[in-house]
C-alpha cells in the first residue's frame, strides 16, 4: 500500500523543553503565530493540535513527530518495509485492542517518531 491509501500524514510536532512554564510559553507564541488555541493535557500544553510542547524532555534528543494512520495495524509493515522497527512497549490500544499510538524505536534528525490515529 502507499502512504496516500494508509492515510499518513503528518499529525503534529512535538518540542521537548526544560519545564511547564517553559512549555505553555512556547506553545503559546505558536498559538498567537498560527492563531489556535491553547490546549493544556496532563504532559504538555498544544496549539491547537499542531504543535505539542512537552513540559520536559521526552522521547526523542529534540521532540517527536506525530505520524497520523488511518489505521496503524495496516500501516506498519508499510514502515517496517522502510527500515523501520516498531516499538511493541510503546503501543497504546482502544478498548476493542486497535492501536491508537505507538512509537517506532528510529529517531529522525533527533526527533522520535510514533503512528497515532490523531490528527
Known amino acids: 500500500m502507499t502512504p496516500q491509501e494508509l492515510g ?10 526544560e519545564s511547564p512554564e517553559e512549555a505553555e510559553k512556547y506553545a503559546q507564541v505558536f ?5 489556535l488555541p491553547m490546549q493544556t493535557t496532563p504532559v504538555s500544553h498544544m496549539a491547537g493540535f499542531v504543535v505539542e510542547v512537552m513540559n520536559s524532555n521526552s522521547r526523542g534528543k529534540n521532540g517527536h513527530i506525530g505520524i497520523h ?51
Not at 106 to 119: K, Q, V
Open 8 to 17: 499518513i500524514r503528518v499529525a503534529h510536532i512535538g518540542i521537548n523543553t
Open 69 to 119: 494512520c488511518d489505521n496503524i495495524e495496516a500501516a506498519e509493515p508499510f514502515f517496517e518495509s522502510l527500515g523501520f522497527t516498531i516499538d511493541g512497549s510503546t503501543r497504546r490500544t482502544n478498548p476493542d485492542g486497535s492501536t491508537f499510538l505507538v512509537y517506532l524505536n528510529e529517531e529522525i534528525a533527533g526527533f522520535a517518531i510514533h503512528l497515532t490515529l490523531e490528527g
Open 31 to 35: 498559538c498567537n503565530m498560527l492563531g
